[in-house]
């Protein structure tokens, strides 16, 4: 089984950068695939991104697209979000996830770290 657990979040002004990890123990077959997804106040739980641990395939979030940059380090586990250029509507709390394929369908996804926040301040 595997197990997520993300770092990074923080506080940071508008126009700023974080960078996100997600530590993947236990990776399987059918855990092939990660995504990013965010979580603000009162609001659905959206997509962010999304690649294969195999690399060759990434998908963004328009909202994100040219902003955030998602990566894997194979030999590491881990599973990375960097993010620039950020805006206060990108406040939320940060969510890594594992699934057989990447894709932008939350439901697609098995397993869920705890969470980490990330707050952008105008």
């Known amino acids: 089984q595997v197990q997520l657990v993300e770092s990074g979040g923080g506080l940071v002004q508008a126009g700023g950068s974080l960078r996100l990890s997600c530590a993947a123990s236990?990776?399987?077959?059918?855990?092939?695939?990660m995504g990013w997804f965010r979580q603000a106040p009162g609001k659905e739980r959206e997509f962010v991104a999304a690649?294969?641990?195999?690399?060759?395939?990434?998908y963004y979030a328009d909202s994100v697209k040219g902003r955030f940059t998602i990566s894997t380090d194979n030999a590491k586990d881990m599973v990375y979000l960097q993010m620039n250029s950020l805006k206060p509507e990108d406040t939320a709390v940060y969510f890594c996830?594992?699934?057989?394929?990447?894709?932008?369908?939350?439901?697609?996804?098995?397993?869920w770290g705890q969470g980490t926040q990330v707050t952008v301040s105008s």
């Open positions: 236990g990776r399987t077959l059918s855990t092939r695939a």
């Open positions: 690649t294969r641990w195999s690399g060759g395939l990434t």
């Open positions: 996830a594992a699934g057989w394929a990447a894709s932008t369908v939350k439901n697609d996804y098995r397993t």
